[in-house]
């Protein structure tokens, strides 16, 4: 099962509460573990601008308003650029699927400082990560659901409403959802 791609939607009863009502979208998924991102908590009360100011950088427009998010609980002073993937980074870029791509390096800020990155992007701070069978195991436990990733869902569904659309997407009703699981 390879799920790189995909995204993970939190169940109501998970048990971690940097995970609750969380969307994650998975970059790496093998028998060696997974890596993903939470597109969906925005940090409060900083933004790109801050970014941009804390690593010295100049915005070519002084009234850049975008969110950054907290990606997980893993590094959280790293930072990713998870984006639509006709931007290619000088340096090192990582396609996940047709319709992202993935950068760590500071290029693609300098970039998107100056009007230059992708056209759809989100900017994240730390990720997740599942060591080999983790993410296997909390599937089989009914922590999480799976659903097709779309750039719509990822770049333009507002922030606090991801859960429940990317749970409507596979069917499901979030009013319908029990934090019990049971088995029949």
């Given at each position: 099962m390879d799920?790189?791609?995909?995204?993970?939607?939190?169940?109501?009863?998970?048990s971690d509460p940097r995970f609750a009502h969380s969307v994650v979208f998975l970059c790496a998924h093998s028998e060696e573990g997974a890596m993903g991102l939470i597109v969906n908590k925005a940090i409060?009360?900083?933004?790109?601008?801050?970014?941009?100011?804390?690593?010295?950088?100049?915005?070519?427009?002084?009234?850049?308003?975008?969110?950054?998010?907290?990606?997980g609980p893993v590094?959280?002073?790293?930072?990713?650029?998870?984006?639509s993937p006709e931007y290619q980074s000088g340096l090192s870029n990582l396609r996940v699927e047709d319709d992202?791509?993935?950068t760590t390096t500071q290029d693609i800020l300098?970039?998107?400082?100056?009007?230059?990155?992708?056209?759809?992007?989100?900017?994240?701070l730390g990720y997740s990560g599942w060591g080999p069978g983790q993410l296997e195991r909390e599937l089989g436990e009914n922590?999480?659901?799976?659903?097709?990733?779309?750039?719509?869902?990822?770049?333009?569904t507002d922030t606090a409403d991801k859960?429940?659309?990317?749970?409507k997407s596979i069917g499901v009703d979030p009013l319908t959802l029990s934090a019990a699981a049971g088995r029949a």
């Open positions: 799920l790189t791609g995909q995204l993970l939607v939190a169940m109501p009863g998970m409060d009360g900083v933004n790109l601008a801050d970014l941009f100011e804390q690593l010295s950088i100049t915005p070519k427009h002084r009234e850049i308003r975008s969110k950054l998010y907290f990606g590094e959280t002073g790293r930072g990713f650029v998870l984006h992202f791509a993935l300098d970039d998107m400082a100056q009007d230059q990155g992708p056209t759809k992007s989100l900017t994240l922590g999480w659901l799976v659903a097709q990733a779309t750039p719509q869902l990822i770049f333009e859960w429940a659309e990317a749970l």
